[in-house]
């Protein structure tokens, strides 16, 4: 009886201990000083509001341009005053041994593969991305018209500074944003109460980040052109890179190529290589004679991924335009991880950058190049997520030649899944299989700034797509179902629907026009019903969930902002990028 007394009370006991609160893991970082979820959450917002507030505002802006403002202060001062105000010296800088990439697309995608790349060699990584920026200072900015600009990231601000591949977590975002804002506050007022602007701030606050988690190697994107960018403060990067250039913000960086590769080239440094991919011939003249000017060491050109010794790798990132993307990472990797070691590197061609551009050598792929290709994500390019009857195509592509291989990406994925490329004349998309089941294809599409809508849309018009619906860059109706990571200063939500109202009459413009070539495959006249325009995202894909279709595929492009409004409406978190 005392016996079965003591082991009733042992299994008693055993069961509260196995229910009692278990103490949270330790962390290296600074999760293991968060406060409650609860608590976190509302500093996040504080924070992101406070940021929010460096946004300078629309109407500001514009009446700086009607001025004419023409006073110059130098990026490169401007940025090294920030840095100082929060202890750190452009000198500094150099502790990161950077990766500054630059170029019109796939830059991106060309950083994020480098970081994968080197973080599978077992290096301390951190990594900056930007989509956007008016960090090409605001002088540049008065004489063009006012571009309409708004935070550099698809779900919340803290995606774009990774440590190691992970965002900052919010409790992390906190404390560094206070660390970096208050000592920028506190000595405003020997500086004419100067502060940054948002994107100034960001990128000041994450060389802090880098340089106070003694990152092995810190890879940066570009936002705008590359010469007055903010983040090309970086004086001695160990290796640069540009991506394939194409026409994007020419009222800010010249309507021409060469224009804009004296802008993308701008990031090249004295005895320093930089390497880019096949350009047009105009583009590589100027990449060539900017490269030259500034005393690079040279400029390669990547070879093709084919050329590789070994099988062709296994790439993360889909689409054929991320093959030269590749090739590009896998250059400026290994350059980097040479320029860390005994060896020379061999990937660079001897003598100063010149117009006859040398191609740098492939070389045999190790396990942790081919893992650093193959693990490699980035969301919101060529991207696929299923909710129910509709799967989405997301591709945040915004350019001309990204918006085409955007459309040739898309179609390849239905002739994968549907096993053909269906006419626009039908309503619906018939599957030649009497087992599957009718299929509706939707285009949602929006674009920003002053790009060429109807340029955007020609492409997609092979397609085969029987609705287009256009929505803004606004996730909800209701300001307060907004996420304060996507508030932006800097446009109004009325410019934002004008805006959306003007593609679709571009749209319908297009579907009726003889010489666009469409015309002739429709039935009958472009309608309301072909073409709907919705007020905010939750609209427009609430409208792709009621659709009578057994099936509905939906290609969201034009606009990396429109893929994270989409992607916040889907209940994406950072954490699932």
Same mark, same amino acid.
Request: glycine share 6%.
């Given at each position: ?42 500093n ?22 009607r ?35 630059s ?32 960090s ?33 977590s ?110 047009r ?52 990797? *290994?350059?980097?991880? @040479? $320029?860390?070691?005994?060896?020379? &590197?061999?990937? +660079? ?5 010149? #117009? ?15 893992d ?45 899944s549907h ?57 909800? *109706?209701?300001?307060? @179902? $907004?996420?304060?990571?996507?508030? &932006?200063?800097m +446009? ?5 629907? #004008? ?12 579907l009726s ?14 309608s ?29 492009t ?20």
């Open positions: 009886m005392q016996s079965r007394t003591l082991l009733r009370a042992s299994c008693t006991w055993l069961e509260t201990w196995l229910q009692r609160p278990r103490p949270r893991p330790l962390s290296t970082r600074l999760e293991s000083m968060d406060p409650e979820p609860s608590e976190i959450d509302e996040y917002r504080v924070a992101i509001s406070t940021l929010n507030g460096l946004q300078t505002n629309a109407a500001v802006l514009e009446q700086i341009r001025r004419g403002d023409d006073r110059m202060v130098s990026e490169y001062n401007r940025m090294q005053q920030y840095l100082e105000r929060v202890g750190i010296a452009p000198a500094d800088l150099a502790q990161l041994n950077a990766v500054h990439v170029g019109t697309k796939g830059k991106g995608s060309v950083c994020a593969v480098t970081e994968s790349i080197l973080r599978c060699h077992d290096f301390k990584t951190g990594l900056y991305v930007l989509v956007y920026t008016l090409s200072c605001i002088s540049i900015i008065l004489k063009a018209p006012i571009i309409h600009l708004r935070s550099p990231h698809l779900l919340e601000v803290r995606e774009r500074i990774r440590l190691n591949g992970q965002p900052l919010r409790g992390e975002f906190v404390s560094y944003f206070w660390d970096v804002y208050s000592k920028l506050n506190n000595t405003r007022h020997l500086y004419n109460d100067a502060m940054p602007s948002y994107f100034r701030f960001l990128t000041v606050m994450a060389f802090s980040v880098f340089l106070s988690n003694k990152v092995d190697v810190a890879v940066v994107e570009v936002g705008i052109g590359g010469t007055h960018d903010s983040t090309n403060i970086i004086e001695e990067p160990v290796v640069c890179g540009i991506t394939s250039l194409g026409y994007d913000h020419t009222d800010i960086l010249g309507p021409t190529l060469f224009d804009i590769a004296w802008h993308k080239g701008g990031i090249c440094k004295q005895h320093r290589p930089a390497f880019t991919v096949e350009q011939p105009e583009a590589l003249t100027g990449l060539s004679r900017r490269a030259r000017e500034l005393g690079a060491s040279s400029l390669s050109l990547v070879p093709p991924l084919a050329s590789y010794p070994g099988p062709l790798p296994e790439l993360g990132l889909k689409g054929k335009h991320q093959v030269p993307n590749a090739s590009l990472a896998l250059q400026l990797s *290994s350059y980097w991880l @040479q $320029n860390h070691s005994s060896t020379q &590197s061999e990937c +660079v061609s001897s003598g100063r950058a010149d #117009s006859a551009l040398p191609t740098a050598a492939p070389f045999p792929l190790t396990q942790e190049f081919t650093g290709l193959r693990l490699c994500r980035w969301a919101g390019r060529n991207q696929v997520v299923e909710r129910g009857n509709v799967t989405y195509y997301l591709d945040g592509a915004h350019t001309p030649e990204s918006v085409a291989a955007c459309a040739e990406w898309f179609l390849s994925q239905m002739d994968t096993k053909s490329v269906l006419p626009l004349r039908s309503c619906y998309i018939q599957s030649p299989f009497p087992s599957r089941q009718d299929t509706l294809r939707v285009l949602l599409f929006n674009t920003t700034g002053k790009r060429d809508t109807r340029t955007l849309l020609l492409p997609l018009m092979e397609c085969g797509f029987s609705r287009f619906v256009f929505c803004p860059n606004i996730s909800h *109706s209701e300001d307060t @179902q $907004n996420s304060p990571d996507h508030t &932006s200063h +446009v109004t939500q009325s410019s934002q629907l #004008s805006h959306c109202y003007a593609n679709q009459e571009c749209c319908k413009h297009i026009d003889k010489n666009a070539g469409v015309a002739d495959v429709w039935e009958e006249p472009a309301e019903e072909k073409t709907r325009a919705c007020v905010s995202v939750a609209d427009a894909l609430q409208h792709m969930d009621t659709h009578s279709a057994a099936r509905v595929v939906v290609l969201v034009g606009s990396l902002h429109l893929i994270g409004s989409v992607m916040s409406v889907l209940g994406f978190t950072v954490e699932d990028l």
